[in-house]
């Protein structure tokens, strides 16, 4: 097996990690964050900015991420920057790590935020070449361990490894929680499979109420709060994992307007009878092409996700197909006007998205405004 060279200067050796792939390749370099080993299925993310917001979201869970940009941690992290409460991402694989922030705004070093919160970190690798080994063979089991360790051995443990089915229920709230906003006009429920706080926030801009709820909230308990909508958030994972978000969207549909993000978005495919696929490396950065195909207009989208719906799979299952990847055709979009459901894979409420993507909450909204909603908004029944 042929050893890589390695890249950058090594004179603590005691920080000398090891990126050990599920193919045989390896990779040594400097560590950062928790020291323990960490193995994870392992992706890219080809964003230049917004390493925080990739930490911080739950969507990762399960995951370590190679960062194609190469410097990260430049700026730190801030604590009003975070996309959840939690950080459940395993690891990740930087060119250039930076420890010594220039941002004024910065709490914490991004090192130190991971090793809080046991996710494994290796920087001075070949980024650019670990990028073009998931673009060409897939997304696949990796490991971050002690340099020292014998890579025939970790390449064993690797393949002996089952990747988890149980994210969203790791990442979801456990108890139910509220985000209000002043004058509100509706009363949202959010099914929490790994939700982004940018999501709540969008929807208490646009003058709703919102109340975040378990993943596998039933549909009786959902009405209970006299929702004016239903959506259903971003997530981690095979969107077959949740079968209880499934019967909840078929439960709902047609007695509330639905809007449903990424994995929300392939729930509520699959809840219409539609078929999901897991991808090769997927999408995740924030350059990704989508095509609107009702106004004809190109967006430039943020993106995370390994599956994606069957186009093919579409035909009579009352969902139109309204967004398109222009790189693949993967489908971005669905709408069902008759019931007002609503879908998107994409990322509209992104930092780091379009900013001219508002139009997506306000069909939501408008499809509030048309079933009536907002009856139950102003009595603060909640």
């Known amino acids: 097996m042929e050893k890589l060279r390695y890249i950058g200067d090594f004179a603590e050796p005691e920080k000398r990690r090891m990126l050990v792939l599920e193919n045989g390749r390896y990779f040594i370099g400097k560590g950062f964050g928790s020291p323990e080993t960490r193995i994870a299925e392992i992706v890219f993310n080809t964003s230049m900015v917004g390493y925080q917001e990739i ?19 430049n700026y730190g992290l801030a604590d009003e920057d975070y996309e959840s409460k939690g950080i459940y991402m395993s690891g990740f694989i930087v060119r250039e790590y930076n420890d010594s922030p220039s941002n004024f705004r910065f709490t914490k070093t991004l090192s130190e935020v991971m090793f809080d919160n046991g996710a494994a970190g ?45 994210q969203v229920s790791r990442v979801s709230s456990k108890n139910i ?6 004058n509100p006009e509706f009363n ?3 099914v929490d499979c790994g939700v982004k706080l940018s999501m709540i926030k969008k929807l208490n801009a646009h003058g709703a109420n919102v109340v975040v709820v378990p993943y596998n909230t039933p549909f009786e308990e959902v009405m209970r709060f006299k929702p004016d ?30 809007m449903g993000i990424c994995l929300g978005h392939q729930i509520i495919g699959l809840a219409y009878g539609a078929k999901t696929y897991k991808m090769k490396f997927g999408h995740r950065g924030g350059n990704h092409p989508v095509k609107d195909m009702t106004t004809g207009k190109v967006e430039i989208t943020s993106q ?14 009352g969902m139109t197909l309204t967004h398109i990847n222009l790189t693949d055709s993967e489908p971005e979009g669905m709408l069902d006007e008759k019931n007002s459901v609503i879908s998107i894979q994409y990322h509209p409420e992104s930092a780091a998205g379009p900013e001219d993507s508002d139009y997506l909450f ?13 009856k139950h908004a102003k009595e603060n029944r909640y």
């Open 122 to 166: 290796i920087s001075q690798v070949d980024t650019r070449e670990i990028v073009k080994l998931i673009r060409n063979e897939g997304a696949m089991r990796a490991m971050i361990t002690d340099a020292g360790r014998d890579v025939a051995e970790c390449v064993a443990e690797l393949k002996a490894y089952s990747l988890p089915h149980d």
């Open 362 to 374: 306000d069909s939501f909204i408008g499809f509030l405004k048309k079933a009536g909603g907002g």
């Open 188 to 190: 949202v429920v959010v």
């Open 304 to 317: 995370n996700h390994s599956y994606a719906i069957d186009k093919s799979s579409l035909e009579g299952t």
């Open 177 to 182: 929680w509220y985000s209000r906003t002043k």
């Open 55 to 73: 930490l911080s979201d739950p969507s990762y869970c399960g995951q370590m991420v190679v960062m194609s940009y190469p410097l990260i941690g």
């Open 229 to 258: 909508g239903l959506f259903i958030s971003n997530g981690p994972g095979d969107p077959e994992d949740v079968p209880e978000v499934r019967e909840l969207i078929k439960k709902a549909r047609g007695r509330l307007p639905i």
